[in-house]
């Protein structure tokens, strides 16, 4: 959560009464000034999927089949598996960003030992033929671009370089976000 656990900002919060939660409430949304960000890693998955199925993603509008959360790879499930009539298959692997540097989101915030198997499954699907996607979504609107954290974990800077070298697409898209609305917005560039 670097970058967005910034003292007294304001915050917006979801109260929950399942009382089996460890905590009554979730943050979902802080405002840093310049923009709102979303910091609830359980939304970005339920965004991209609500984007594709409204046609709002160019880039993954041409599947009429999504399902989430399918196995596959190295005991893993894959966030969205996209299909067309063919049979053709899209996997696409959601990541939630909310760090910026400058203006840059990147990613990851911490070292990420499975973001490094997803791409490594990601770079399998391609080789077998399948269309694979890593998608960025930026909890934010105040970024121009994305880029890897190298400084924060460079094996995982390198992977995606890899993995895009070997055909796995690189798409990134930032957040329309306040507390009254959230959604998908704009494709932002991918700089490696």
């Known amino acids: 959560m670097l970058d967005v656990a910034v003292p007294n900002r304001p915050v917006v919060l979801s109260k929950h009464e399942n009382k089996k939660r460890k905590l009554p409430y979730s943050w979902e949304l802080i405002d840093l000034g310049e923009s709102w960000v979303c910091v609830n890693t359980a939304l970005p998955n339920h965004l991209v999927e609500e984007a594709i199925l409204d046609d ?46 400058a203006r840059r989101a990147v990613f990851p915030d911490s070292v990420t030992a499975r973001g490094q198997k997803h791409l490594r499954e990601l770079m399998a699907m391609r080789a077998a033929g399948h269309r694979a ?11 121009r671009d994305f ?44 700089v490696l």
């Open 56 to 101: 709002r993603i160019p880039e993954l509008s041409a599947y009429p089949s999504l399902t989430r959360e399918v196995a596959y790879g190295e005991a893993s499930r894959i966030d969205l598996l996209l299909s067309d009539e063919a049979g053709e298959r899209c996997y696409v692997e959601v990541k939630s960003v909310t760090l910026a540097r």
């Open 133 to 143: 996607v890593m998608f960025f979504l930026i909890g934010r609107e105040d970024c």
């Open 147 to 190: 880029a890897p954290a190298d400084d924060i974990d460079p094996r995982y800077g390198e992977l995606l370089r890899e993995s895009y070298s070997r055909g796995v697409e690189i798409l990134a898209y930032s957040c329309q976000v306040n507390p009254h609305f959230l959604c998908v917005g704009r494709s932002i560039p991918v």
